[in-house]
């Protein structure tokens, strides 16, 4: 049994409450990990509230999609870590918010990265990744990203910056000296964000929804089409033909290989960090929602 917060129902962040849950002993090429920190992320918040209804999140679920710690064990055919070795861990199939997690897709944490970095990256870098990848996003391309001083947002805008394309960041005003910082050019989101971002960029070619709530249609009517267009967590995707992108297995590990390695080499800059026990889960949740701008992480 290990310490873990679950979800006993969907709602506000009271729904949060300790539990003892059993992680068993890591399968085919899987890791057990010890947790040093688990992040939390918006997509957290969005599937504790059941406004998103997806990854399986369920009553007992155990949220959490990322965090840091040390390999405690290894099942059969794993062979590029070993017990004692330290990694980031992604899990898309949830998990995080606890003291022992089972991963099936990591990445070794460099000496260079700290704690609080590592495990604020893995869900954040393999979305960024996977989003650009998706709308194809490259050089000479216009990308406007909704929520781009985000925790996903912020990698959204380095990545893009670095394959040569021109951002478009959709924030608030009291965000756009740290956009300018990243190498975007921002503008409001507000009421007029098609205008907005009309007046300041020729054309848009991708959109990218990394915002807690977007308009959705305001995206397509600025790409043309919801072809290039696709969002983290808006439920209203499907019915505007627009694509809800989740982890996909053929493409984490190397998401997760891109983002750590920019990491490393000083080509990212994550938002800062508010480290809390992992007791606390159901508070993270709550000053998020309340608009504070930081990145959470729980200690067990």
């Known amino acids: ?3 873990a917060i679950s979800l006993t129902d969907f709602g506000g962040p009271e729904v949060l409450r300790p539990a003892d849950v059993v992680v068993p002993g890591p399968g085919r090429g899987q890791i057990r990990v010890a ?12 599937l504790r509230s059941g406004r998103l209804k997806a990854f399986g999140a369920a009553k007992g679920t155990v949220l959490g999609f ?3 710690g040390t390999v405690e064990s290894v099942g059969s055919g794993v062979d590029d870590v ?3 070795d330290d ?13 022992l997690v089972i991963a099936e897709f990591w990445v070794r944490k460099p000496a260079t990265v700290s704690w609080e970095d590592a495990a604020a990256l893995p869900a954040s870098g393999e979305a960024a990744v996977r989003v650009l990848d998706l709308v ?3 050089d000479g391309d216009t990308l406007l990203v909704l929520g781009a001083a985000g925790s996903v947002g912020t990698v959204v805008t380095q990545l893009a910056v670095a394959r040569g394309a021109t951002v478009i960041a959709a924030v608030r005003p009291a ?11 921002p503008v409001s989101y507000s009421a007029d964000l098609v205008a907005d971002v009309r007046s300041r960029a020729g054309r848009v070619d991708a959109v990218v929804d990394a915002a807690t709530r977007s308009d959705l249609q305001a995206a397509i ?3 043309g089409g919801p072809e290039r267009v696709v969002t983290l967590s808006n439920a209203n995707a499907a019915a505007l033909g627009v694509r809800l992108s989740g982890p996909e297995p053929g493409g984490v590990v190397h998401a997760l290989s891109e983002a750590m390695s920019r990491l490393a080499d000083r080509g990212l800059v994550l938002r800062s960090h508010t480290v809390i026990p992992l007791s606390a889960a159901a508070e993270a949740h709550t000053r998020l929602e309340a608009g504070e701008r930081s990145k959470f992480l729980l200690a067990p």
Not at 35 to 46: E, F, K, M, Q
Not at 175 to 185: E, K, M
């Open 66 to 68: 990322e965090g840091a």
């Open 221 to 223: 009517d600025l790409a």
């Open 136 to 138: 194809s996003v490259g």
């Open 82 to 84: 070993a017990p004692g």
């Open 35 to 46: 947790l040093r920190l688990a992040g939390v992320g918006p997509t957290d918040l969005a």
């Open 175 to 185: 965000d756009f000296a740290a956009v300018q910082s990243l190498g975007a050019v």
């Open 1 to 3: 049994m290990t310490h």
């Open 87 to 99: 990694v980031a861990v992604f899990l898309p199939g949830l998990g995080g918010y606890a003291e």
